[in-house]
């Protein structure tokens, strides 16, 4: 992996617009911070790629705005951090891990009182909107800027994760003859600082973990099943009840998502990592694998996506959760729009800020938007014809109960629908062209809107 030094991406921020917090009050702020982060960082990519345990010692330098004067952290720990990021056919320049191993070091600094700091990197230097191939990230400095927003915009809808601040990072190679390569990056809350500042006392493993209904609290589950549709994140799994296999399997009921257990009450669900959500790269390149873009006439994906997770949550909770999380949101959508309006994001990135926002309050706000008809009777055979002679999925297959519909047309006691398969019951590996492509034929009796039953 090949360190670059070419500053060949347009600057997000005038540096007169970067200013530095007050010590101690990292993430007290929302405003970009200007650093310096040196480093052998080339020796840290060539070997800390494959090895999780490998590090470097480094210098974190940033300007004090009471004072004017030059703030240095000597000897950090930095090494690579990430899952899929960490591959280089994803990422050229990975995310990044701080740990402050001397406290007196950071004492007298904005860092103080933090065991760590996340760096959310630039990734790459892909020009647009241009996504990587196999995961579909966002390889360039616009997308740490807009997952630093996503971070803020939850923590204003009250829902639990990690804190985060956009920044403006000088990378400097130490003993390479090489310019600093200057790049927009999200410093991120550590996973230690995040256990203090809930009072946590530990963490369910993914082994541990065995399903939200046995170990969250039911209304925090949906506000963060609501949360994940309002951002159209799919990078994320949890088993909500013990048969769940909703993007899960046996193998991982967690993904994405800190359980962080305290001395009293139920674990707490902690969602993180957004690279890859929609309000951040703006599309999934697995898209057409799994809906059907003429469900809905504007044949957005955007709304289709938030569509179909917020959807997704009637085949999870009761009606009265349900209907006291959609109050909880309604009655912070002003403060939402308010981050949104407050934060310097590129064209693009407001655009589908605003979009995501719009369609999640559109599937949310009225009864009927929110309960909409939806397959309710088990074991609902799938047609090409009102005949019923032509099976449209494999044979003997049935759509799950919980299934948006869109009514077409009627044929007797048949009816011809778009499915939203909001489920993803014919998610990869499986298949229905039909319901992906087209439309599709069920029984009339089939369908209500009344799910869950009150």
Same mark, same amino acid.
């Given at each position: 992996?090949?360190?670059?030094?070419?500053?060949?991406?347009?600057?997000?921020?005038?540096?007169?617009?970067?200013?530095?917090?007050?010590?101690?009050?990292?993430?007290?702020?929302?405003?970009?911070?200007?650093?310096?982060?040196?480093?052998?960082?080339?020796?840290?990519?060539?070997?800390?790629?494959?090895?999780?345990? #490998?590090?470097?010692?480094? $210098?974190?330098?940033?300007?004090?705005?009471?004072?004017?004067?030059?703030? $240095?952290?000597?000897?950090?720990?930095?090494?690579?951090?990430?899952?899929?990021?960490?591959?280089?056919?994803?990422?050229?320049?990975?995310?990044?891990?701080?740990?402050?191993?001397?406290?007196?070091?950071?004492?007298?600094?904005?860092?103080?009182?933090?065991?760590?700091?996340?760096?959310?990197?630039?990734?790459?230097?892909?020009?647009?909107?241009?996504?990587?191939?196999?995961?579909?990230?966002?390889?360039?400095?616009?997308?740490?800027?807009?997952?630093?927003? $996503?971070?803020?915009?939850?923590?204003?809808?009250?829902?639990?994760?990690?804190?985060?601040?956009?920044?403006?990072?000088?990378?400097?190679?130490?003993?390479?003859?090489?310019?600093?390569?200057?790049?927009?990056?999200?410093?991120?809350?550590?996973?230690?600082?995040?256990?203090?500042?809930?009072?946590?006392?530990?963490?369910?493993?993914?082994?541990?973990?065995?399903?939200?209904?046995?170990?969250?609290?039911?209304?925090?589950?949906?506000?963060?099943? #609501?949360?994940?549709?309002?951002?159209?994140?799919?990078?994320?799994?949890?088993?909500?009840?013990?048969?769940?296999?909703?993007?899960?399997?046996?193998?991982?009921?967690?993904?994405?998502?800190?359980?962080?257990?305290?001395?009293?009450?139920?674990?707490?669900?902690?969602?993180?990592?957004?690279?890859?959500?929609?309000?951040?790269?703006?599309?999934?390149?697995?898209?057409?694998?799994?809906?059907?873009?003429?469900?809905?006439?504007?044949?957005?994906?955007?709304?289709?996506?938030?569509?179909?997770?917020?959807?997704?949550?009637?085949?999870?909770?009761?009606?009265?959760?349900?209907?006291?999380?959609?109050?909880?949101?309604?009655?912070?959508?002003?403060?939402?729009?308010?981050?949104?309006?407050?934060?310097?994001?590129?064209?693009?990135?407001? *655009?589908?800020?605003?979009?995501?926002?719009?369609?999640?309050?559109?599937?949310?706000?009225?009864?009927?938007?929110?309960?909409?008809?939806?397959?309710?009777?088990?074991?609902?055979?799938?047609?090409?014809?009102?005949?019923?002679?032509? *099976?449209?999925?494999?044979?003997?297959?049935?759509?799950?109960?919980?299934?948006?519909?869109?009514?077409?047309?009627?044929?007797?006691?048949?009816?011809?629908?778009?499915?939203?398969?909001?489920?993803?019951?014919?998610?990869?590996?499986?298949?229905?062209?039909?319901?992906?492509?087209?439309?599709?034929?069920?029984?009339?009796?089939?369908?209500?809107?009344?799910?869950?039953?009150?």
């Amino acid at each position: 992996m090949k360190l670059l030094t070419s500053c060949i991406a347009p600057l997000l921020f005038s540096l007169s617009l970067i200013v530095a917090a007050p010590a101690g009050q990292l993430f007290t702020s929302a405003e970009p911070i200007e650093l310096t982060l040196e480093a052998p960082l080339q020796q840290l990519f060539d070997k800390g790629i494959d090895d999780d345990k #490998f590090s470097v010692r480094g $210098v974190l330098s940033y300007r004090d705005a009471s004072t004017g004067s030059n703030v $240095v952290v000597k000897d950090v720990d930095v090494s690579v951090r990430g899952h899929t990021s960490r591959r280089e056919t994803e990422c050229s320049f990975p995310k990044l891990k701080i740990n402050f191993d001397k406290a007196s070091a950071r004492a007298q600094s904005i860092f103080a009182g933090l065991d760590g700091l996340r760096i959310g990197t630039h990734c790459g230097e892909n020009p647009g909107e241009e996504r990587t191939p196999k995961f579909g990230r966002l390889a360039n400095e616009r997308s740490p800027v807009r997952e630093a927003f $996503v971070y803020r915009l939850l923590d204003a809808a009250g829902v639990a994760t990690l804190r985060a601040r956009p920044a403006r990072v000088s990378y400097v190679d130490k003993g390479a003859q090489a310019p600093p390569l200057v790049r927009n990056a999200m410093l991120l809350e550590d996973d230690d600082d995040l256990m203090k500042r809930l009072d946590g006392t530990g963490k369910i493993t993914m082994e541990r973990f065995t399903s939200a209904r046995d170990q969250f609290a039911p209304l925090d589950t949906a506000a963060m099943a #609501f949360a994940q549709a309002m951002i159209a994140n799919f990078d994320w799994c949890v088993r909500f009840y013990p048969e769940d296999t909703y993007r899960c399997d046996a193998r991982q009921p967690l993904w994405n998502v800190m359980a962080v257990t305290r001395d009293s009450g139920r674990a707490v669900p902690v969602i993180a990592d957004f690279d890859l959500a929609g309000m951040v790269v703006g599309a999934h390149n697995w898209f057409d694998k799994v809906y059907n873009a003429g469900f809905v006439p504007s044949r957005s994906s955007v709304e289709i996506e938030v569509l179909s997770q917020v959807q997704h949550t009637r085949s999870v909770f009761s009606r009265a959760q349900l209907d006291e999380t959609r109050h909880r949101f309604l009655q912070r959508k002003p403060a939402l729009y308010d981050v949104l309006a407050k934060t310097r994001l590129d064209p693009r990135g407001r *655009e589908l800020a605003q979009q995501h926002l719009d369609a999640f309050f559109n599937a949310i706000t009225t009864d009927a938007a929110f309960y909409r008809p939806v397959v309710v009777k088990p074991d609902t055979r799938v047609y090409l014809d009102a005949t019923k002679t032509r *099976e449209a999925c494999g044979e003997g297959d049935t759509v799950l109960p919980g299934t948006p519909v869109n009514e077409i047309r009627r044929d007797g006691m048949m009816v011809e629908v778009a499915l939203l398969d909001a489920r993803w019951h014919w998610g990869p590996p499986a298949e229905c062209k039909a319901v992906k492509a087209g439309t599709v034929w069920i029984d009339r009796s089939a369908i209500s809107a009344e799910y869950p039953e009150k």
